[in-house]
């Protein structure tokens, strides 16, 4: 896993941006944001926090379990690479 030095602007659609953390996972970044996200194991197994990738690169602290479809992302168990473009399911 590559771990960013600096934090990304993540563009949330339908939400105003925030900042990620390059010491949290997106999930973390999000909560920290108050933007209100779905989730429940925070292990990348569950897929809860299923999130749509529009536009930059993440990468995984663990393998993700769960099903996702090749423009999603678990947030739970990503951090930040790029500036990110996402939108959260409502």
Same mark, same amino acid.
């Given at each position: 896993?590559?771990?960013?030095?600096?934090?990304?602007?993540?563009?949330?659609?339908?939400? @105003?941006?925030?900042?990620?953390?390059? $010491?949290? #996972?997106?999930?973390?970044?999000?909560?920290?944001? %108050?933007?209100? &996200?779905?989730?429940?194991?925070?292990?990348?197994?569950?897929?809860?926090?299923?999130? @749509?990738?529009?536009?930059?690169?993440? $990468?995984? #602290?663990?393998?993700?379990?769960?099903?996702?479809? %090749?423009?999603? &992302?678990?947030?739970?168990?990503?951090?930040?690479?790029?500036?990110?473009?996402?939108?959260?399911?409502?």
């Amino acid at each position: 896993m590559k771990k960013p030095d600096t934090a990304f602007h993540i563009e949330v659609i339908d939400v @105003k941006g925030t900042l990620s953390d390059p $010491d949290k #996972t997106l999930l973390e970044s999000l909560e920290a944001a %108050d933007v209100q &996200i779905h989730y429940h194991c925070r292990e990348g197994y569950c897929g809860a926090c299923r999130t @749509k990738l529009i536009a930059g690169e993440v $990468d995984y #602290t663990t393998d993700p379990l769960a099903y996702i479809d %090749d423009d999603e &992302i678990l947030p739970c168990c990503c951090i930040a690479l790029t500036d990110l473009k996402i939108k959260v399911p409502l």
